[in-house]
């Protein structure tokens, strides 16, 4: 088993697992039709648990999941896997009976009525009583992931936040603090709470769908599976000592030292490429940053309403597509940076120390 080992330590090495994962999602999107049949999804389902028997034989593997505060993280995964099948298998359904010229199943079945009481209040009070037994249960079984007071002698290594901050502490590797602690959630949140501004298309609304609204639920599951779910798995079994990358199989070695060379944009052009030293002053210096970033938020969203956005331009308007773009261009700047960051090495394309402004 030592192949399939060094297999699994490939695949899930983050630089591969990013793109794999990509891949397999986009899979999921376009041959939903496929995949979400009951058989083929027990299939899925069943190889995936007994992977995940065979992981947790590992001595890493089983010491990561040994830890209380982990233990929600495999839950989360385990729960949205199921609830992302069950709503994909739901939008085909409901695909299929639109293709025939048949109502979405949710409006078939608008007309059926259920009681507050007793109905719904019963199933509440039954919701609310298995919650709570689950939780007293968790709380007796598993001891509270408390550690001894901070010691700025003694830091844990790898020192991580709880699991659902650790997506945004992957984030911060790649980005600035500032950008990544503070800019780039609150550019989320403003961006979820403008979608019922923005996105006015009457399809999906009330019942599932796939085929009606495939870019908006690609966009969104990426975002939320890709740049978070994935991002959170990361941090929790695959970084490691010195906040290294390690394969799902390989145990942490604590005296392991990545190389890092981490240069900025403005190295690369001046030093690299143009052989000179860097200018001093800030803006001649990071003149290249303030191009590449003017290109990206300003000019390729024109580009992008003239080519493959055009229907939508059409269909939402000069401002409200342009808030899509950026929300979407601003999204899709994080995986840009890691794969810049992991191939390019390059940490900041705008360097401004002199007012902390990093890109």
């Given amino acids: 088993m030592a192949m ?29 039709s496929v995949w979400t049949r009951p058989p083929i999804a027990m299939g899925i389902g069943a190889l995936l648990v007994l992977f995940g028997i065979y992981a947790s034989f590992h001595y890493q593997v089983a010491d990561t999941l040994s830890k209380p505060d982990n233990i929600p993280i495999v839950i989360i995964i385990a729960v949205l896997g199921y609830l992302y099948w069950l709503a994909m298998r739901q939008a085909v359904q409901n695909d299929e009976r639109l293709a025939r010229g048949e109502p979405p199943r949710e409006a078939a079945e608008k007309n059926r009525k ?13 919701a609310m009583v298995v919650a709570t037994v689950i939780l007293v249960a968790w709380s007796v079984l598993l001891r509270a992931p408390l550690e001894e007071p901070a010691n700025a002698a003694r830091t844990p290594n790898p020192s991580k936040a709880p699991w659902y901050f650790l997506g945004l502490q992957e984030i911060l590797v790649y980005f600035d603090p500032w950008w990544a602690g503070v ?18 298309n009457p399809k999906g609304n ?3 769908t796939l085929r009606e609204r495939k870019a908006a639920i690609t966009v969104f599951c990426f975002g939320f599976f890709i740049l978070w779910l994935l991002l959170a798995f990361i941090g929790t079994f695959l970084r490691g000592p010195g906040w ?38 800030w803006l001649t210096r990071e003149i290249w940053g303030f191009l590449a970033v003017g290109f990206y938020m300003g000019v390729l969203p024109v580009i992008i309403a003239a080519t493959v956005g055009k229907k939508l331009f059409r269909e939402l308007g000069a401002i409200r597509f342009g808030v899509v773009v950026n929300l979407g261009l601003l999204m899709a ?27």
């Fill in 114 to 126: 259920v009681l507050v009481w007793p109905d719904l209040v019963y199933t509440e009070l039954i």
């Fill in 244 to 281: 290294n990358f390690f394969g799902l199989f390989k145990d942490w070695d604590v005296n392991y030292v990545a190389e890092l060379n981490n240069v900025n944009l403005s190295e690369i052009v001046w030093v690299k490429l143009l052989g000179t030293r860097e200018p001093s002053f």
């Fill in 4 to 32: 399939f080992d060094n297999l699994i330590n490939v695949l899930t090495d983050p630089r591969v697992l990013f793109f794999v994962s990509i891949v397999l999602f986009l899979a999921s999107i376009q041959f939903a």
């Fill in 206 to 208: 009330g019942y599932f």
């Fill in 333 to 359: 700047a994080l995986p840009i940076k890691m794969i810049l960051r992991w191939f390019l090495n390059l940490k900041y394309v705008i360097y401004w120390p002199e007012i902390l402004l990093n890109v």
């Fill in 183 to 200: 800019g780039l959630p609150g550019t989320i949140m403003m961006g979820l709470i403008a979608i019922p501004y923005v996105d006015r």
